[in-house]
């Protein structure tokens, strides 16, 4: 009895040091304030860091274990590792300045915080916008313009990895189901890969159309700020565009890999014999 509760104890302090280490790497990123926010490169793109690549994504394990959230030790596919990569420039804020926002993004992008979590406010936007970057107004529209159309790009892309990333899932317990003989490790990491999988999927989908109603609530505040009519058209064009695309990612992304039929070829008429050939004259 003594021995039993002394392992009561030892697990009981285990998740007490837990709980602290994701409090702790938690308050150190709100006191780095834009520390926190994942380095950018050249056209936005994520540059290598220890702190974002390292030391968050073991503090993020830790604290995802406390939650009871399933953890994988499994190493990533090629799919995965290009699923999380094209889904961190959706899942970030559209505009670098909102540090309070990356902030919250790369808290939930490592599991610090619950992914379900990393929302950013829509009216963030329009503060970006109002700012003294902007000297134009038409400025602005064209700059909600540019965000949308870029979003509605991407969708795409991302969805085609993501129907891939499933079909290997649903690959991945077929086999698990099949096998006879599988340790519990190996039964528990596959199964909270696909978990991690699914959560990553969501949470794309669920930044987009936080994308979506962000445009939308700036144009609405820009319509009577600074009204145009030679803006209005075209960003509302792009609007409607990226939310045609969000309603097929939030569908799960079926119809990512449909194949459009190509055109049917049509022959030309000379070898129909539309008219009746003669041989040339001859002189």
Request: with cysteine; hydrophobic share 35%.
């Amino acid at each position: 009895m003594g021995e039993r509760k002394d392992r009561r104890q030892d697990f009981g302090a285990g998740r007490v040091w837990l709980r602290r280490a994701a409090w702790v790497a938690g308050a150190l990123c709100l006191t780095a304030l834009a520390g926190c926010v994942r380095p950018t490169g050249d056209f936005d793109r994520a540059r290598p860091s220890v702190l974002h690549d390292t030391v968050m994504p073991q503090a993020g394990e830790q604290s995802a274990r406390y939650r009871g959230d399933p953890v994988s030790k499994f190493n990533y596919t090629n799919d995965e590792k290009l699923l999380r990569d094209r889904g961190w420039t959706l899942i970030r804020p559209p505009w670098a300045q909102d540090w309070i926002g990356g902030t919250v993004v790369e808290l939930s992008r490592t599991r610090i915080l619950p992914e379900v979590e990393g929302r950013v406010p829509v009216d963030l936007y329009y503060v970006f916008l109002s700012s003294d970057k902007f000297q134009s107004s038409d400025a602005r529209y064209d700059r909600i313009t540019s965000d949308a159309n870029g979003d509605a790009e991407l969708v795409m892309p991302f969805c085609q990895v993501a129907t891939r990333v499933r079909a290997a899932d649903d690959e991945r317990l077929r086999v698990l189901e099949n096998k006879q003989l599988t340790t519990e490790e190996i039964y528990e990491g596959a199964k909270a890969r696909v978990w991690e999988n699914r959560v990553m999927i969501k949470w794309v989908s669920q930044a987009l159309r936080y994308r979506v109603k962000a445009y939308s609530a700036a144009l609405d505040k820009l319509e009577v700020e600074t009204p145009t009519q030679d803006r209005m058209w075209q960003t509302t064009t792009a609007i409607r565009k990226l939310d045609a695309q969000v309603r097929i990612a939030e569908a799960g992304c079926e119809t990512a890999l449909e194949v459009t039929p190509e055109p049917e070829i049509r022959r030309s008429r000379i070898f129909e014999n539309w008219s009746r050939e003669r041989p040339p004259v001859q002189k």
